[in-house]
């Protein structure tokens, strides 16, 4: 009996010993760093799709322009502006006419990308105003090829708040274009996925 304490005492100590060892382990390169996690968590229940339409108002005319150029072209001569970088904070309202109800503004920059066609990359967020969705963005990345193509196509590659996890596609029409100012107002109709 004498010598099978010290034997199971020392098998105590190694075990502890291995246990905070793996402890360390675990904590250090599995849950600190990348873990599985239930979606439950995050409060993520099922996952939608939803339709958003909208008009989005781009006024480059006038005392208080919301669309301003912030780069010129590289060269005035070419067709499609190549390198033109415009600003933007356009209004989102709910009709055609900028005196409906606001839902929100498109916030971001449109960048003319192509040296052939009349091509846009555009970078921008929908920051929502009405309802549950006031506080929650969706961004969109693509490229609008506004002069050949009567239904632009972009990707939605994700969102904040509500649209956490969001991806989709928006699609933008002309509603109206004043060919002598440029103010155009583009109507969004905006498919996504999210929680
Ligand atoms: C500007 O564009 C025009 C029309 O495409 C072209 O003829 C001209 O050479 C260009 N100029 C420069 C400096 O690139
Ligand atoms: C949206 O949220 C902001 C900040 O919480 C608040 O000031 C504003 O009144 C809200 N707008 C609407 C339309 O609910």
């Known amino acids: ?37 239930d979606r439950k968590l995050l409060g993520l229940k099922k996952e939608k799709l939803s339709h958003f339409r909208f ?15 912030v780069v010129p072209p590289s060269n005035y001569s070419s067709s499609t502006l190549f390198g033109l970088v415009t600003m933007f904070d356009d209004p989102l309202t709910l009709g055609p006419k900028l005196s409906s109800k606001m839902v929100g503004k498109a916030q971001g920059f449109y960048a003319s990308a192509s040296q052939q066609d009349v091509a846009f990359l555009m970078v921008m967020n929908f920051a929502f105003t009405e309802g549950k969705y ?10 609008n090829n506004g002069g050949t193509s009567r239904v632009r196509e972009m990707p939605v590659v994700g969102g904040s708040r509500l649209f956490r996890f969001a991806r989709g596609y928006a ?25």
């Open 1 to 37: 009996m004498a010598r099978v304490l010290p034997t199971v005492a020392s098998q105590l100590i190694v075990f502890l010993l291995i246990s905070s060892f793996s402890t360390i382990l675990v904590s250090g390169e599995e849950q600190g760093f990348a873990r599985a996690l």
């Open 171 to 195: 699609e933008a029409t002309t509603h109206s274009l004043d060919l002598k100012t440029g103010d155009a107002i583009i109507e969004y109709n905006v498919y996504v996925f999210h929680y």
């Open 134 to 143: 006031n506080g929650s963005t969706l961004t969109v990345i693509g490229r």
């Open 55 to 69: 008009f989005f108002h781009d006024i480059l005319s006038g005392k208080n322009p919301t669309a301003v150029q």
